[in-house]
């Protein structure tokens, strides 16, 4: 049997609290990747110390100093790295001596001065609160979109009523529904509108003549308005599963969770970079019903390579969950007089995070193939060693 991952990935998985695995899968992946590239980036350091020290022990037996036992140091400093940082598969899993949260020691400690990059170690409600910051301001942006079709300016709607007509529709749908998460919302546009004009007449305090104005533009723009109040009420439901007692992520899809990893990549420098890895839409393993046997073993290929690779980690959708994909395994069963059968599976985690549950290839496959949302993205280290500009 061959099994193909990598320390890091095993044991970097974040608890699930709550049913907010679009957050705690995130921050896992995000850890996994930031201690990578803390890795690759000490030991380009230690090999550019190791470097220096070379250049100044050629330099002569007169120019050597406390320069030449400087350059020893780090050239010992490197070999440890060396020695400590590869598997039995030659992947860098842990440098040896540097604590995983930054600070000072191990090879940083040759180098004077010298401050070893940070970590990340984010938990599921650190990325929760990065899932609430982009639906408050989109939650602000549709609202304001809104007020925009019924020609109402904030300064109209606060200046001149006593009341906001944005409220009394806030307050007329909450009377209908609650505040729950509609995914798709076909049975509200029946509402709607009688809610938006049953609103709009109980607005207390207000010029007459800006109530008809309202009135008039809802009329001419009703359908418009029906999509933005869809949009609208779907967005501040699902705001109230984020902010909960116990969080759900059940609105986030696909598209939310790779500007997170933007978001991740712009605040804290590590270089991520996201690409759509396997899903019945067009990407790097574009998976069909058609698909022979060479084409199913050249996607399973691809993903061992990407699961076996320190730098890259594969984020799975599968059915009301996200998971991280730990490893990759394959052998040949025997079935007796039948032969033997190529059995192909990935480690996956459901429920919670924490690596349980292997599953078989062609089950993969038949979830991406059952809905286009399920798919596998792929997250790795944009940049190389020797690319690499020191944080």
């Known amino acids: 049997m061959a099994i193909h991952t990598h320390p890091d990935l095993l044991g970097s998985w974040v608890e699930q609290r709550s049913p907010c695995c679009a957050a705690a899968a995130v921050a896992g992946t995000c850890n996994v990747l930031s201690r990578r590239w803390r890795q690759l980036q ?33 050239r010992s400093a490197g070999q440890n790295v060396k020695a400590a940082a590869a598997d039995g598969h030659g992947n860098q899993v842990q440098v040896a001596g540097v604590a995983q949260r930054g600070g000072k020691g191990g090879a940083s400690e040759g180098m004077e001065g010298a401050e070893e990059p940070a970590c990340l170690h984010l938990t599921a409600p650190d990325v929760i609160a990065m899932y609430v910051s982009r639906w408050e301001k989109a939650v602000g942006k549709l609202r304001r979109d809104l007020m925009e079709v019924l020609g109402l300016t904030a300064t109209e709607e606060v200046e001149e009523s006593g009341e906001s007509l944005m409220d009394a529709i806030e307050r007329a749908l909450e009377e209908k529904y609650g505040v729950e998460f509609h995914p798709k919302l076909e049975d509200l546009n029946t509402f709607l509108s009688p809610c ?9 305090g207000v010029d007459p003549s800006l109530k008809s104005e309202c009135r008039h533009a809802l009329s001419q723009n009703k359908k418009e308005a029906e999509a933005k109040v869809k949009a609208w ?10 902010t909960a007692e116990k969080p759900s992520t059940a ?3 696909n598209e939310t969770i790779l500007k997170i990893f933007d978001k991740v990549r712009e605040d804290s420098g590590v270089p991520l970079r996201t690409w759509r890895f396997m899903s019945s839409k067009k990407c790097q393993c574009q998976v069909q019903e058609a698909d022979d046997a060479d084409t199913v073993a050249a996607h399973w290929n691809e993903l061992k390579q ?19 994909i730990y490893a990759a395994r394959e052998n040949q069963a025997d079935e007796g007089y039948g032969g033997k059968h190529l059995i192909r599976q990935v480690l996956v985690a459901k429920p ?3 690596p349980c549950r292997w599953i ?24 190389s060693p020797v690319e690499m500009v020191v944080l």
Request: contains cysteine.
């Open 196 to 204: 938006v004009f049953e609103a709009l007449e109980a607005w207390e």
């Open 251 to 253: 609105p986030i899809g």
């Open 233 to 242: 009420w779907a967005k501040r439901g699902g705001l109230a599963k984020l």
């Open 306 to 324: 990407c699961v076996a690779n320190p730098s890259q980690v594969l984020l799975f959708h599968l059915q009301n969950h996200y998971s991280m």
């Open 360 to 383: 078989d290839f062609a089950t993969v496959r038949d979830t991406l193939l059952s809905w286009v949302g399920h798919a596998i993205i792929g997250i790795e280290l944009e940049h």
């Open 42 to 74: 000490v030991e380009a350091e230690t090999k550019a110390a190791a470097a220096e020290g070379d250049r100044t022990a050629s330099a002569g037996p007169g120019t050597q100093g406390s320069e030449g036992g400087e350059g020893k140091e780090n």
């Open 352 to 354: 919670g995070q924490q």
